[in-house]
C-alpha cells in the first residue's frame, strides 16, 4: 500500500500492488483538497487506515478507514489535528499516532491512542517535543520511535507501562555512526530478536542482545518509507533516487530485489 502524486502540486491518492503480479490498483483518489496518505492495514488485513490531508491546511487532517477494496470510508476523528503518522496495533483495537500539540505553547509532539470501538483518546507521551516522526511496535507494551531533539535525539524505546510512557534512547554497543542522534527509523523482528534501523544513507541489523549493530545495506541517496514484512521476513524500502521503484531484502541484506512501480497511466 503506498501513496502517489504525479508532481508537487498533485494531490496524493492511495494504490494498492501485488507483490507477486506487480498488478497495482487504485484504493483511494484525491478528491477536491482531501489527499490520502500513511495507508495500514488493520490486524486482520480487511480494513486499510489512512491519514486523510487538507492539502490548504496541514492542521486539518484525520484519521479514516476503509474497506480493502476502498468502500465505506469512515473518518473516527474529527478534531482537525496535525497528525504526522498512525500505525494499527497488532495487540489491541487501537490507532497509534502521533500529532502536534496545538493547544501548547510552544506546540511539540506527542504520541497518542484513539480505541476503534470506543473513539476514545489517550496520551501516551507527554513530553511535547520539537519532533517524532516514526512509530513501530516491539511488543504490547513497548513501541520504538525517531526523536528529533538535536544532539539528544535518534532512536527510543516507548515503554507504556507507566503513564505517561518512559523514553530510553537506544545506542548500539559499538555505535558505528559515532552520532546516536544518527539513527532513526527502527522495526523489529520477534523471530530472530533484532532491531532493523535507518542512519543517513545506509541501514543496519542488531540482535538486541549483543546490541551490536552491523551495516545491512549503503545507498548513494536517502532512504524512505522503510517497513517490515513479516512472513516472509523482509525489509522494503525507498531511495530517493526518482526512480519509481521499491527495494526489498531480506533482514540481514541479502537477496536484494527492486520491483518496479508502474502507475496505470490513466490514473497518473
Request: net charge negative.
Amino acid at each position: 500500500m503506498f501513496s502517489y502524486a504525479k508532481n508537487k502540486d498533485d494531490l496524493a491518492s492511495l494504490y494498492e500492488m501485488n507483490l507477486y503480479s506487480l498488478e497495482i490498483r487504485e484504493v483511494l483518489k484525491a478528491k477536491q483538497r482531501k489527499e490520502f496518505v500513511n495507508a495500514v492495514y488493520s490486524r486482520e488485513e480487511n480494513k486499510i487506515y489512512f491519514i486523510a490531508m487538507n492539502s490548504l491546511n496541514n492542521r486539518d487532517n484525520e484519521i479514516g478507514v476503509c474497506d480493502i477494496d476502498g468502500r465505506n470510508v469512515k473518518y473516527l476523528t474529527n478534531n482537525h489535528d496535525d497528525i504526522i503518522r498512525i500505525i494499527a496495533s497488532d495487540y489491541s483495537d487501537e490507532i497509534i499516532y502521533i500529532k502536534i500539540n496545538k493547544d501548547k505553547q510552544p506546540s511539540g509532539m506527542d504520541i497518542f491512542s484513539l480505541d476503534i470501538n470506543t473513539g476514545v483518546t489517550n496520551n501516551i507521551t507527554e513530553s511535547n517535543l520539537y519532533g517524532i516522526f516514526h512509530l513501530h511496535q516491539l511488543d504490547s507494551i513497548r513501541l520504538t520511535t525517531h526523536i528529533v531533539e538535536g544532539g539528544e535525539g535518534g532512536m527510543f524505546i516507548v515503554n507504556r507501562e507507566t503513564s505517561p510512557a518512559t523514553k530510553t534512547r537506544v545506542v548500539p554497543e559499538n555505535n558505528p555512526r559515532k552520532h546516536p542522534a544518527l539513527y532513526y527509523n527502527s522495526v523489529f523482528h520477534k523471530e530472530s530478536n533484532s532491531l532493523i534501523f535507518e542512519a543517513p544513507y545506509e541501514l543496519y541489523c542488531m540482535d538486541m542482545d549483543e546490541q551490536v549493530a552491523k551495516s545491512i545495506f549503503k545507498a548513494d541517496y536517502h532512504i524512505s518509507d522503510f517497513i517490515l514484512s513479516k512472513k516472509p521476513a523482509r525489509v522494503f524500502f525507498l531511495i530517493q533516487d526518482g526512480k519509481s521503484q521499491i527495494y526489498s531484502m531480506k533482514i540481514d541484506g541479502s537477496d536484494l530485489k527492486i520491483i518496479p512501480v508502474n502507475i496505470p497511466s490513466e490514473n497518473k
